[in-house]
Structures are given as structure tokens and as C-alpha cells.
């Protein structure tokens, strides 16, 4: 049927163009609901996801925190009495410090610190290395100062007889010929070469003295060695094979001089350079030549 319009009605007399439009508006609002609800379950995965990544983060962050802490106390385990070693000890406490300090908020940040707490862990390992040497050759110096301790005893006895008691030199030929000292001043001396006797401004210490007149001692090239020991018993060298011959022994000295006696009274000096091995405390400074202990000093070191 026909309306007066030419238009097609349907069966209710309702235009067929205008109910196919109302379908067409019904399957937009069906498929834009779906989509809806897809956008609302997919927004919802993803906070569930986030929440997820971030939880693995914050699970990450705190072991890392936490490994960081136990290589603090473990580096804190190292120092030792060797203030370069605990200089370097220190840096990399700082260093993890540091990294404790800062927030890492993404997988990229916790990447790069847990590569750095594997670079600390390596240096960890080389410092116990570097300590565990240090402390065998403490070792090996006290056995040492044992060993030697009488001896030195002795002969520091013997020089103070020898210096208080001229007499006796000349019924003992041997101990004739020993070079007496006097005069013996120990200075520790800052970078301007002015006295200072902080352990933080010392950069060398001298040891001045008189090698004393013997007109029997054996005249030429000498070489003079200062051996210093500090207040925990170590004698400070900067090498294990710097060492002399002291009655049949050999032993480490801290540093040397050759002189050219003459059998007459000469001024000599001798310098050590700081290697960082100074403590606060009393030092004691024997001098030695021709294997004999020649003089003794003492100096004092503050903080």
C-alpha cells in the first residue's frame, strides 16, 4: 500500500525507512555499550596489572635496601688500624649511602643499582683480600718485634752505658768502634716544613743528630737507617724488603741516609715521608749504623 507520499509503509503503516533507522540506532547503541564495557574491563586489568608491577617494584626496592645494608655492616667490618685502607672503606660506604638515599621508582633505576650493589659486592671482595694481607703481615711484624725485642733491649741498654760512661769504650775494642750519637731531636714537620705534631698535618718526620768523634771507628761511605716503631708495636717500612743487617738478623728500617764519616763529629739528618701509617700515640726512633744501634729517640703524635 501507498501513502499519498509514494512512501513504502509496512504492515502497521509505519514508513519502512524510518524503522530500518531505528534498528540501525539500536545495533550502534548495543555495539557502543560493548564497547564500553571491553574499555572498563581492559582499564581495570591494567590498574590490576600496574598495582601488580608496582607491588614487584616495592618488593624489589626493599630487598635492595636491604642487601645495601648488610654490605654497610659488612664494609663497616673491615676497618682496620691502616687509615689508607679505612679511606678507601669509607668511599664506598658513602657511596652506598648514597645509594640508599636516592628513590628508585622504575624497573630502569633498580637495574642500574642492583648492578652497582654487584660492583660493591666486587670491591668488597678485593678489600677483605687487601685487609686479610695487611693483618698477615701485622702478623708477621709483631712476630718480629718478638724476635727482636731482647736484642734491641739490649743494645739500647748498651748504647746508654756506652754515651753515660765513656771509660768503658776504651777497654773494649769492639765496642770502641761504635759511633756514638747525641743531640737526637724526632720532629714531625707539615707540607710548609714547619713542626707539627698532628697526626693530619704530619707529612714527614725528621730525625736530626751528632754522629759523635771516634777516632777508631771505620772512616768512609756509611749508611745510616732510622727505624721507627710505633704506639701498637709496628715498625713502619714501605717495603718488606727494605731491610738491614742488625746483629745477625735482618730487619725492616723506615728510612736511610749514606753519610761520609771522617771519623769526626758530623751533623746528619734524616727524613721519612708520611705514607699514611701514622696513629696518635709515642713513637720510638732507633738509629743504627754499621749493624749497631747507635742512639734512640722518642716522639709524640695527636690527633
Known sequence: MENSNNQTTDQYGK??????????LIILIVIFAAAI???????????????????????????????LNNLM????????????????IQGQEDKIKRLLQQRASNVSLI???????????????????????LNLRNQQLVQENVEVKTTLEQARSENIKLSQDKENLSSQVQKASVIGTSKIVATALNKGGKEANKVSKTTKVRVCFTMRENAIAKSGAKDVYIRITRPDGAVIAYSDADLFDFQGKQIVYSAKRQIEYENKDIDVCIYWDNNNQ??????????????NLIGTTKLSMKK
Open 111 to 133: 637495574g642500574k643499582y642492583t648492578k652497582e650493589l654487584g660492583t660493591l659486592r666486587e670491591v668488597l671482595k678485593s678489600y677483605i683480600a687487601q685487609v686479610d694481607s
Open 15 to 24: 514508513p519502512k525507512s524510518t524503522k530500518g533507522l531505528t534498528i540501525l
Open 278 to 291: 701514622l696513629v696518635i700515640g709515642d713513637y720510638l726512633i732507633d738509629i743504627f749504623a754499621d749493624g
Open 73 to 88: 655492616g659488612e664494609y663497616d667490618g673491615l676497618k682496620t688500624n691502616n687509615d689508607s685502607m679505612n679511606k678507601l
Open 37 to 67: 564495557v571491553v574499555l572498563v574491563t581492559k582499564m581495570n586489568q591494567n590498574k590490576e596489572e600496574s598495582a601488580q608491577v608496582e607491588q614487584i617494584l616495592e618488593d624489589q626496592k626493599k630487598s635492595l635496601a636491604k642487601e
